[in-house]
């Protein structure tokens, strides 16, 4: 099937492109193609095209229309007829391989193969237009997304920006080609979407007295003592559904349930387990006992608040949460163990399950289906319901093998909170690491998935959580850079994929946007480097480059002048603090990473891990806990801490010749906001055959002092060929802390020994 449409306009809210002609383009400058997400490219002999003018209408009703239109054919409905005859032609054609935007002297083509490819092809424009200071270069734009959904999170409820700041991210997610908008409007730590028939949300859960400053693992605790909150008007919504849809993406609301819901019990107490308590909005981060009790009243409730929710957005889905739901409150409540009795429930994961169940039918019934995160999936998944796969990508496969659409985003490659470099420059952050070469090497369709249920595998999102985002420029900082690369994951597969070409073209935004002043992390010249030792010291750096080319300079122990480093690998060669820099072609330097080498008797060793580290914390792996090197001290998941999730570590070492041991030490993180707890008890064994160990040592009197807790154990002079350390994790959090019921995560990073 082939339509064609002709129009006067484009319409493009982000910018105004204006043409010039061939003859105004100057002599001897050359497009620039840093097209992200890539396209494969034809007929770019490096002209411009010559129109003198292409009008862009930034109202959206025109294409309000043409988008109708575009489905209206794509579903066998209506023709519409738009405008006379101009210099811009669009053609839906099904039976395309692909969809191009072609750019000629003589005008533009968008040649569509499915009509929801129309806004990709908009964008593609818009940005030819930006990186090319309103020009159009002649080419065939060839494109064609890898997943149906392609989507970005905001969370404005730990943070509330303002609508204007919405447009921008809007802008955003248009001009890297996403086409979902997930909005998290809920959480115990205020109410952010005016729902009328219940005024208290607006007056009380959409407020609290005040903030935490700092980080959650700070000790003692501090705020700010400032009333915080805000939410967002009816008409305001309806204002950015509109936007939104203006540039062809969905927004999906989150409305969280039956967890993270303290703001709207602070409002209306009778929605918890104990309606005779005071409750308050969250004031810090974290997971809350409190969550809505599953009655009659509470089913009414949502039920109100769903009807003006659905009258608000046309989206198809509607995200439910249902994650980090402690049972808490409902073991103990008299009526949730009659109730699960009554309905033949196992336990209170099956009252979860029931309690998603009810959301589902009625939001069924209004025409909408409900999409939540992978604990939906305790107690049995709802018939119609789809999957967020955050805590890894085992809830994803276990949806997709039950034939349930899939959402991958997982905490490991997706969390756009997380830090993207360990630098100690870097803001403050939850934790975690998250840098561009991650996120770009993402694949969201699971290996172990069997081939015929990769349909389930609907796409992926790039989570923006906003604890530690007070601020809308902090925003911009944490999610621009990472948001550019996931788009190319959702567009080409790993085979089309080069991380060092990316990289190139992205420069070229991330100068664009701070020509904008968009607070963007410029990051491509920090320094990744690997660690390699050997059975001799020097330790030596190795693969030192960033992420463009550039050379490498640095600093030795009590040095001030910077020296190139030949090669790709320098020796450290006495202790101290070493630096090491990037300066690229065009003279722009990086920021120092610096290393603080501390040899000791177990560089060189070899070590066997009985259980290796979790595999979105490996660390170095085992080499990494002997190489000399220290973590930091506030990010547990920069490369040398290595997690275990749930698991001990027990760390087997073996010196080349007989060695006498006097003292061993171990760092451990200690943040029990991010389920990091101190092991239960730490042991040293040691050995002179490998064989047989006898217990030298055991330590569980740890002073709790700082986010690192450094265990020094001193030993009487024992000879051994083997070392043994074992430090028992902590085991299932205790109720009434952050993480209750899972198993604790332990963090090392270094074994020191002399």
């Not at 034809?42 to 009008?55: I, P, V, Y």
């Not at 000879?719 to 952050?738: D, M, S």
Request: proline share 5%; glycine share 10%; with cysteine.
């Amino acid at each position: 099937m082939q339509i064609n449409w002709y129009w006067k306009s484009i319409p493009l809210a982000l910018l105004l492109v204006a043409c010039r002609s061939a003859s105004e383009s100057g002599v001897g400058e050359s497009p620039n193609y840093a097209v992200i997400p890539a396209t494969e490219q034809s007929d770019t002999t490096g002209a411009w095209a010559g129109l003198k003018s292409l009008q862009l209408d930034t109202t959206a009703l025109l294409q309000r229309e043409i988008w109708a239109a575009l489905r209206d054919y794509a579903f066998g409905g209506p023709s519409l007829v738009l405008g006379a005859a101009t210099n811009v032609r669009v053609v839906l054609d099904t039976g395309l391989v692909r969809s191009t935007l072609n750019v000629q002297d003589r005008g533009i083509e968008l040649l569509l193969r499915d009509s929801r490819h129309l806004y990709r092809g908009l964008s593609l424009l818009s940005l030819l237009g930006v990186l090319n200071a309103g020009r159009l270069p002649v080419g065939a734009y060839h494109y064609r997304p890898r997943f149906v959904y392609r989507g970005m999170h905001l969370d404005v409820a730990r943070h509330f920006f303002p609508k204007e700041a919405l447009f921008k991210y809007l802008d955003f997610l248009f001009f890297y080609g996403y086409n979902k908008f997930h909005w998290h409007l809920t959480e115990d730590q205020g109410w952010r979407i005016e729902i009328k028939r219940y005024p208290k949300l607006q007056t009380v859960a959409a407020y609290r007295e005040e903030t935490l400053v700092g980080h959650y693992n700070d000790t003692p605790q501090r705020f700010d003592g400032q009333r915080y909150g805000g939410y967002y008007t009816q008409a305001e919504v309806r204002e950015i559904v509109a936007y939104a849809a203006a540039k062809g993406i969905e927004v999906i609301p989150e409305i969280e349930l039956p967890g993270h819901s303290l703001a709207a019990i602070s409002a209306y107490p009778e929605l918890s387990c104990d309606p005779t308590r005071s409750y308050a909005v969250a004031t810090k981060w974290g997971i809350f006992d409190d969550i809505y009790c599953p009655t009659e009243k509470t089913f009414q409730f949502l039920d109100g608040v769903f009807d003006e929710v659905t009258a608000l957005f046309p989206s198809r889905y509607i995200h439910i949460g249902g994650d980090e739901a402690p049972k808490g409150a409902w073991r103990e409540s008299a009526f949730c163990q009659d109730l699960i009795e009554r309905e033949g429930l196992v336990d209170e994961a099956g009252l979860q399950s029931y309690f998603i169940r009810r959301v589902e039918r009625y939001l069924n019934e209004k025409g909408r289906q409900i999409i939540g995160w992978d604990e939906i999936l305790e107690g049995g998944l709802a018939p119609k319901a789809s999957v967020m796969s955050w805590r890894g990508t085992e809830g994803g496969i276990a949806a997709a093998l039950a034939d349930h659409q899939v959402v991958m985003t997982p905490t490991s490659h997706c969390y756009f909170d997380y830090y993207q470099s360990d630098h100690p420059e870097e803001p403050l952050a939850i934790g975690g690491l998250t840098p561009l070469e991650k996120v770009y090497a993402f694949e969201p369709i699971p290996a172990e998935l069997p081939v015929e249920k990769h349909r389930y595998i609907w796409g992926a999102q790039g989570n923006v959580w906003t604890e530690y985002l007070p601020d809308f420029a902090k925003v911009e900082y944490m999610a621009l850079a990472r948001m550019a690369a996931l788009s190319e994951v959702l567009y080409r597969d790993s085979t089309q994929r080069r991380f060092a070409d990316f990289a190139q073209r992205l420069q070229t935004h991330l100068d664009y946007w701070e020509g904008q002043s968009v607070n963007v992390a410029q990051r491509l010249l920090d320094l990744r480097f690997d660690l390699a030792g050997g059975n001799a010291v020097p330790l030596r750096v190795t693969d030192l480059r960033a992420s463009v080319a550039a050379r490498v300079e640095q600093q030795g122990p009590g040095d001030d002048t910077w020296t190139a480093v030949e090669g790709t690998s320098a020796v450290l060669n006495e202790p101290g603090i070493y630096a090491f820099r990037a300066v690229d072609e065009a003279g722009r330097v990086g920021r120092a990473t610096r290393v603080h080498y501390e040899p000791h008797l177990g560089l060189g060793a070899t070590i066997e891990l009985a259980q290796p580290p979790d595999r979105r914390y490996p660390g170095r792996g085992g080499s990494g806990l002997l190489n000399g090197i220290k973590g930091s001290d506030e990010k547990y998941g920069d490369r040398e801490w290595l997690g275990f999730s749930g698991e001990d570590l027990e760390a087997t070492i073996r010196f080349a010749e007989p060695r006498v041991l006097r003292r061993v030490g171990l760092r451990f993180f200690d943040g029990e906001g991010q389920w990091i707890y101190l092991p239960r008890e730490v042991e040293l064994l040691a050995s002179t055959d490998g064989q047989t160990f006898r217990s030298l040592a055991r330590r569980s009197d740890w002073q709790r002092r700082a986010k690192v807790e450094e265990v020094e154990v001193a030993l009487e002079a024992v000879e051994a060929t083997h070392l043994r350390v074992v430090a028992k994790n902590y085991g299932e959090i205790p109720e009434g802390r952050q993480g209750e019921g899972y198993r604790a995560w332990l963090f090392v990073d270094e074994i020191s020994i002399e």
